[in-house]
């Protein structure tokens, strides 16, 4: 399973953590609402606890694919949310996440 942002954010408040992946773009997002003194410190421990997901050819793609589907429906959801669906439908993940729009 891959988890999403907020997922992430609250198992670092909780410190309990679960077995699973993420997006190099859930990485990303947590880091930026870190301490940059606890930034480095943070990405190991994520690096140490998770599997991550690093963009590739098949998950660019896949992004297009929803990109076009989501705005010809007039759906269309921020880019780093999409890189994260596009990820999980990729690799066959199953996403955990609390966003209402996934």
Do not use: Q, W
């Not at 007039?74 to 949310?81: C, E, R, S, T, Y």
């Not at 669906?85 to 955990?96: F, H, Q, R, S, V």
Request: glycine fraction near 4%; include cysteine; charge should be neutral.
């Amino acid at each position: 399973m891959i988890y999403d942002t907020s997922i992430v954010i609250e198992m670092i408040r909780r410190n309990r953590f679960a077995e699973g992946s993420i997006s190099v773009l859930t990485l990303i997002e947590v880091l930026r609402g870190v301490k940059s003194s606890k930034r480095e410190k943070t990405k190991k421990l994520l690096e140490e606890i998770f599997d991550i997901y690093y963009l590739d050819n098949e998950i660019i793609l896949k992004y297009c694919e929803l990109y076009d589907f989501l705005k010809k429906e007039g759906k269309l959801i921020p880019d780093a949310d999409l890189i994260i669906a596009a990820t999980a439908l990729t690799y066959g993940e199953k996403l955990i996440t609390i966003d209402k729009h996934f």
